[in-house]
């Protein structure tokens, strides 16, 4: 028991001094916003940042595995799961500070885990797993302690896409297909939308916290089809976007909560305004995907094939930024981009 405490004091104080470095070396040369992805360049697949106005990529974790999945903190802690054995098909969890040293996270539910995020006070991380069973549960972990809770428990349904609300009160969830909302102070959990029949997939908090958008898998005339709905967070007010065509992408919201950005099924990039139930397309080539609106408002981030490109929204222009290397999803703006 002790060396287990000390190990994770230790780990705790590698974290710490790890930001402090971090704060250090982002304030030498950070320019403009900054945004992360996963890149395969030479045969290894590493987590990268980039300065829109430098345009020189860092290469954060620099291993000799691939890595996958990562989330950061509001406070710059980077979390990301990583395939450490070649020979086992599963992930460990591990953590970091910006050009700082990967700490492992010796948790055995991380195994198999996908879809990591942060509390917006950086002190919890959220994730769900299906280890060492077939059935995924939501698990949250606490820092600088590191323990580990199972927040659902079942059985027999499996829980995935655990999502903080932005004050960080409560846990958005799908269950099985269907929507819920867990209250994290009072550990009460409620149904928020059930389309029977249907699948629920991508659901994404508005900012402000008062909306939440979500796709509809349906089956039309033999094909899958990915269908907006907008719901407000008590469950009620369910409304059908008005776009034309099936959605290719989850969508990313604008700071201000008022529009979307998406990619439709012809892989357009596409900018609907919620107040007016209206949509522009910005021109350009086809197999576009993944846009991350910046927390400033000014640009959106998307992948267009398998390069980094930035569409400028005061100036209404488009830019490669990273042409060298697949670039994978998902794109993440760096906490003050």
Do not use: C
């Amino acid at each position: 028991m002790v060396n287990l405490l000390l190990r994770r004091v230790a780990i705790a104080l590698i974290i710490t001094l790890g930001l402090i470095l971090s704060v250090i070396t982002l304030s030498t040369y950070r320019s403009s916003p900054m945004v992360s992805f996963v890149a395969d360049v030479d045969g290894q697949t590493d987590i990268y940042m980039i300065d829109l106005a430098t345009r020189h990529p860092i290469n954060l974790t620099d291993s000799n595995f691939p890595e996958w999945s990562f989330a950061w903190s509001n406070t710059g802690a980077l979390t990301f799961t990583a395939s450490v054995n070649p020979s086992q098909a599963a992930d460990e969890l591990f953590t970091m500070s910006r050009l700082g040293i990967a700490q492992l996270i010796d948790t055995p539910e991380t195994l198999y885990s996908f879809g990591g995020v942060w509390s917006p006070d950086g002190t919890t991380y959220a994730y769900f797993s299906s280890h060492p069973r077939n059935i995924s549960d939501i698990y949250t972990i606490s820092v600088p302690d590191f323990e580990s809770r199972n927040l659902t428990q079942t059985d027999t349904l499996s829980e995935t896409n655990p999502l903080w609300s932005p004050i960080g009160t409560e846990l958005l969830y799908r269950q099985n297909g269907d929507l819920y909302l867990l209250d994290m102070t009072t550990g009460e959990r409620q149904i928020l939308v059930n389309l029977q029949s249907d699948t629920i997939e991508d659901p994404v908090w508005s900012p402000d916290g008062q909306w939440i958008i979500f796709y509809d898998r349906q089956f039309v005339d033999g094909r899958t089809q990915l269908i907006g709905y907008r719901v407000a967070r008590d469950g009620t007010q369910l409304t059908q976007l008005s776009l034309p065509t099936s959605i290719n992408s989850p969508v990313t919201w604008s700071p201000d909560s008022q529009q979307i950005a998406l990619i439709t099924e012809q892989q357009q990039l596409t900018i609907y305004d919620l107040a007016s139930d209206t949509y522009t397309q910005i021109d350009g080539d086809t197999r576009r995907f993944a846009p991350s609106w910046s927390r400033d408002g000014q640009w959106i981030a998307f992948i267009q094939n398998r390069h980094l490109y930035v569409h400028n929204l005061r100036t209404q222009t488009t830019t490669a930024i990273v042409q060298d290397g697949r670039i994978k999803p998902p794109l993440i703006w760096y906490p003050d981009s």
